[in-house]
């Protein structure tokens, strides 16, 4: 027997409250925003939220679902999917319905279009849920709502109708209108403590030092975790960081350039590449320490950039110019 989503969020305490408070009461808000970086929980937490709403058993207790039922089956895409088979669901992502399903000509590439938002949403709007007990609307990346599709949403959030709840979730809330902050509740999770992305990562079949080991590297994110522990990364971001020890030390700032323009395309695995780099400065700050060399102080100062690198990153820097800024500083110092 399958255990409600909800049960599984693991610390966050915050958030378990606010919404075990809503599901428990009965009373849970029409339009919630769920919001922190990404691979925390704030997906594993819609989908219980959704779980609960749609659960042939609902029960009293803080997870509202049981979690086995054929709606709670249905309420959750399967591995490896992005959608689910509960007719209740509605899932709103870039890019995830085929353009013609959504009337369009073209893909989404860049936002979420206004076609989506009137084909999934505003259409439904009217209907009461086929099952009869809500109608659950999960809205992924919600940054990437078009100006047009936010404005669309707007009155729909403000009075979603009866049994109508939505849960917009984004890593990046500062990009959102503030028209849609203004009508969503938001419900704030913070990166996970390195020994519980340990155990999460050991759960997904890593071996449990090289787990510990990972977490610590993994800015609090499972998500970010696994990345780093794809074989294939792990060896991009070895070259990343030798290039770029050697592009600080260069002659020329032609190796920054190049380190620079890669960025733009690797902008995913970007902040694990930098965290591997303040790292690789740290250790050989701390040996130069260890051995009275002149140098520790430099290469403490350079991992510092790296270290303001990562928070210019998570602020929505651009890529290329966070790594140009971040090399070129290394190498004065
Ligand atoms: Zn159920």
Redo the contacts with the bound molecule.
Sequence with gaps: MSSPLLSLLRSQETARTILERAVSSGRIHHAYLFTGPDGVGKELAAFGLA?ALL???RTSGANG?????S??TRAVPREGERTALHPDLVIVERGLHAPQSIGRRTPETQEISIDQIRTLVLSRAAFAPHEGRAKVIIVRRAEELSISAANALLKTLEEPGQKTHFVLVSSQPEALLPTILSRTLAVRFAPLPDDVVADLLAARGIEAKRAREIARLASGSVETGERLADPEESDARERFVERALDAISARTSAGVLALAEEAKKDKDALPSRIAALAAALAARAADAAAASSTDAEALANRGRHALTALEHLAGNGAPQLVVEAMLMRMRTS
């Design positions: 779980q659960c042939e058993r679902a049981c979690g086995a039922c709606a709670c």
